[in-house]
C-alpha cells in the first residue's frame, strides 16, 4: 500500500484547510485510515480515524472541529479541519491499517505541514 498525502500549508488561526491521502496498491484488506499529527517536540498523536465500515472518531483536542471522510471508492481519505488554532500546527500523516490473517500491518504517508499562524 502506498499512501500520498498533500493539502498543508499556512493558515491564519481560525482558518481551514483540507488534507487528501491517496492510497494506492493492495488497499482492499485496509480496515481502518487514520490522521496523525506531530508537533515539534511531542509524540505522534492519533487526530482521526475512519474504519472500512465508515465509522468515525476524533481525539477531544479536535472534536467538532476536524472531519474525516472518504471518497466513494474508498481510495481516498480527507481531513477537513475548521477553526484552526495555533496548536493545530504540526506536521501530518496519514496511516493505513491492513489485517492480512492474524498480521497487522500499517503503512505511512510522507507527511504535509500545517501551520496556523497570524
Known amino acids: 500500500v502506498q499512501l500520498q498525502a498533500s493539502g498543508g500549508g499556512l493558515v491564519q488561526p481560525g482558518g481551514s484547510l483540507r488534507l487528501s491521502c491517496a492510497a494506492s496498491?493492495?488497499?482492499?484488506?485496509?480496515?481502518?485510515r487514520n490522521w496523525y499529527r506531530q508537533a515539534p517536540g511531542k509524540q505522534r498523536e492519533l487526530v482521526a480515524t475512519?474504519?472500512?465500515?465508515?465509522?468515525?472518531d476524533y481525539a477531544d483536542s479536535v472534536k467538532g472541529r476536524f472531519t474525516i471522510s472518504r471518497d466513494h471508492t474508498r481510495t481516498t481519505v480527507y481531513l477537513q479541519m475548521d477553526k484552526l488554532k495555533p496548536e493545530d500546527t504540526a506536521v501530518y500523516y496519514c496511516?493505513?491499517?491492513?489485517?492480512?490473517?492474524?498480521?497487522?500491518?500499517?503503512?505511512w504517508g510522507q507527511g504535509t505541514q500545517v501551520t496556523v499562524s497570524s
Open positions: 496511516n493505513a491499517r491492513r489485517i492480512v490473517a492474524t498480521t497487522t500491518y500499517n503503512y
Open positions: 496498491g493492495s488497499i482492499f484488506s485496509i480496515r481502518a
Open positions: 475512519i474504519t472500512s465500515g465508515g465509522s468515525t
